[in-house]
């Protein structure tokens, strides 16, 4: 079964620590999301790519969070310095865009990161 | 305003019940929409797409009001086993997958 490979699944680092994960799209989806979800804010949508160019970062905070496609196999979603703020499950997900708004939206199995 | 708005919950229902959830979303521009559904520390993974003229699969089904710009999703004969959260996703033509918050339902023996 083809799926979204995330790394890693827990992540606990102090705050001011540098946090990088990782995300492996499904093999020839070129549409990919991140997403923060909270239990006040629900699913947050941070950053997404498509053909590895970053189409809309606008709901991510600049001054720390970054997010870059090195290639098509490999998402990366990095905080710097990390808040406790940032506690929160991340989850990428991807699709096939072939220009139609229909697309089903695969999830990997999320980072749960605490930051103390 | 939030995008995509969606009554929290929980919503608590016996074995059997129907339920009703609905959604509103502030983009008349918007082109596409589904519901996906979440169960406890897991991924949201596709319930249904949601068409114009409505759609039905199994006990659910899903329809769309543009006019009062809301979709809504009927469960049937509710199981315990469709406890979870229930992710209304809404695509306002910008290829940007627009999430709200869900909607809590507990199915109760």
């Known amino acids: 079964d083809a799926r979204v490979t995330q790394t890693p699944r827990h992540k606990v680092t102090e705050m001011g620590q540098e946090v990088t994960m990782r995300c492996q799209p499904i093999?020839?989806?070129?549409?990919v999301f991140w997403y923060r979800q909270t239990m006040m804010q629900g699913l947050e949508l941070l950053a997404y790519f498509r053909n590895r160019a970053p189409l809309d970062d606008s709901g991510m905070p600049k001054d720390r969070f970054s997010a870059e496609m090195p290639d098509a196999t490999l998402a990366t979603l990095k905080i710097q310095p990390s808040e406790p703020r940032d506690s929160a499950v991340y989850f990428c997900?991807?699709?096939?865009?072939?220009?139609?708004?229909?697309?089903?939206?695969?999830f990997g199995s999320g980072t749960q990161l605490s930051v103390l | 305003r939030k995008e995509v708005e969606q009554d929290p919950g929980p919503f608590n229902v016996p074995e059997g019940a129907t339920v009703a959830f609905n959604c509103t979303y502030s983009n008349s521009a918007s082109q596409s929409f589904f519901w996906y559904r979440q169960d406890c520390r897991k991924e949201p993974k596709l319930l249904m797409s949601v068409y114009s003229s409505g759609n039905e699969d199994g006990r659910f089904t899903a329809q769309l009001n543009r006019a009062s710009q809301y979709i809504s999703l009927l469960i049937r004969d509710s199981k315990l086993s469709d406890s979870a959260t229930y992710l209304c996703v809404v695509i306002p033509g910008t290829y940007k997958y627009i999430f709200g918050t869900g909607t809590r339902l507990k199915v109760l023996a």
């Open positions: 997900a991807s699709a096939s865009d072939q220009g139609i708004l229909d697309e089903k939206l695969f």
């Open positions: 093999l020839g989806h070129n549409t």
